[in-house]
């Protein structure tokens, strides 16, 4: 992540740009129901997606054809759930690849499905169970941040490895080799970004307590629950 510009197959550029697509639609009505029920929430969204932005565009070299860097897209899966963070991701990445020449337009659905979609969802889904087991709040941040991160690369080595198969080795031993190439950088990226959001967490419940009660991160008290199921379908 981010696969770089024209380095996909156009067979494999269209393919995720069309699994993309219906949880950018998806996630854009998500988006605009919170908005528009919820109006005091815009803040809180611009700095999830600011957060991602900023993080995101620190880009180290990896593989070639792409490159490591932190997600940043944990705090906004725990915050407003993965359908609005493929929004604010897919915003993200499109600028990005316009303004920084990172990724590029006929990788965005390659690009949006890995770190805008993926990412988010596996990073919510492990902040999910650990929070009804009872887990303390900000352990299950920096699990959900760390989880988010690196399923993100390791749906990017798939990627390649399918657009890229080994000669005598074919799929499975491409995915060994990009996995255990972005391994190299993107563990430490993922431990430093949980412990990033973990910090960020720490200062949102300290200045949004209320706004995070509503999105049932906190309780009234201070006291963590487990996520409203009904509220979380809802939104």
Same mark, same amino acid.
Not at 110 to 133: C, D, E, H, K, Q
Not at 155 to 175: E, I, W
């Given at each position: 992540?981010?696969?770089?510009?024209?380095?996909?197959?156009?067979?494999?550029?269209?393919?995720?740009?069309?699994?993309?697509?219906?949880?950018?639609?998806?996630?854009?009505?998500?988006?605009?129901?919170?908005?528009?029920?919820?109006?005091?929430?815009?803040?809180?969204?611009?700095?999830? *997606? &600011? #957060?991602?932005?900023? /993080? !995101?565009?620190?880009?180290?070299? %990896? +593989?070639?054809?792409?490159?490591?860097? $932190?997600?940043?897209?944990?705090?906004?899966?725990?915050?407003?759930?993965?359908?609005?963070?493929?929004?604010?991701?897919?915003?993200?990445?499109?600028?990005?690849?316009?303004?920084?020449?990172?990724?590029?337009?006929?990788?965005?659905?390659?690009?949006?499905?890995?770190?805008?979609?993926?990412?988010?969802?596996?990073?919510?889904?492990?902040?999910?169970?650990?929070?009804?087991?009872?887990?303390?709040?900000?352990?299950?941040?920096?699990? *959900? &941040? #760390?989880?988010?991160? /690196? !399923?993100?690369?390791?749906?990017? %080595? +798939?990627?390649?490895?399918?657009?890229? $198969?080994?000669?005598?080795?074919?799929?499975?031993?491409?995915?060994?080799?990009?996995?255990?190439?972005?391994?190299?950088?993107?563990?430490?990226?993922?431990?430093?970004?949980?412990?990033?959001?973990?910090?960020?967490?720490?200062?949102?419940?300290?200045?949004?307590?209320?706004?995070?009660?509503?999105?049932?991160?906190?309780?009234?008290?201070?006291?963590?629950?487990?996520?409203?199921?009904?509220?979380?379908?809802?939104?």
């Amino acid at each position: 992540m981010h696969i770089a510009e024209g380095f996909l197959p156009p067979a494999h550029a269209v393919a995720w740009s069309v699994a993309s697509a219906p949880f950018v639609v998806h996630g854009a009505r998500s988006l605009t129901r919170e908005v528009r029920e919820h109006p005091e929430s815009t803040l809180l969204l611009g700095a999830s *997606g &600011a #957060f991602t932005f900023v /993080l !995101s565009a620190l880009k180290l070299p %990896s +593989v070639t054809g792409s490159c490591s860097h $932190p997600t940043g897209t944990g705090l906004g899966a725990v915050l407003f759930r993965p359908p609005i963070m493929a929004v604010l991701g897919t915003i993200t990445l499109l600028f990005q690849a316009l303004l920084l020449a990172h990724g590029g337009l006929t990788t965005l659905g390659a690009n949006v499905f890995s770190m805008a979609i993926v990412g988010p969802w596996a990073g919510y889904g492990v902040y999910r169970l650990l929070r009804r087991y009872g887990v303390p709040l900000m352990v299950t941040v920096f699990a *959900g &941040a #760390f989880v988010a991160d /690196l !399923s993100t690369y390791c749906v990017t %080595s +798939v990627q390649l490895a399918l657009a890229f $198969p080994d000669p005598s080795s074919g799929f499975l031993g491409a995915l060994g080799k990009f996995g255990s190439i972005f391994a190299v950088t993107q563990i430490p990226l993922a431990v430093s970004e949980g412990l990033l959001t973990v910090l960020v967490m720490r200062l949102l419940v300290q200045s949004s307590k209320g706004e995070l009660t509503r999105l049932g991160v906190l309780v009234t008290g201070g006291r963590n629950r487990k996520p409203d199921t009904t509220g979380a379908v809802a939104r």
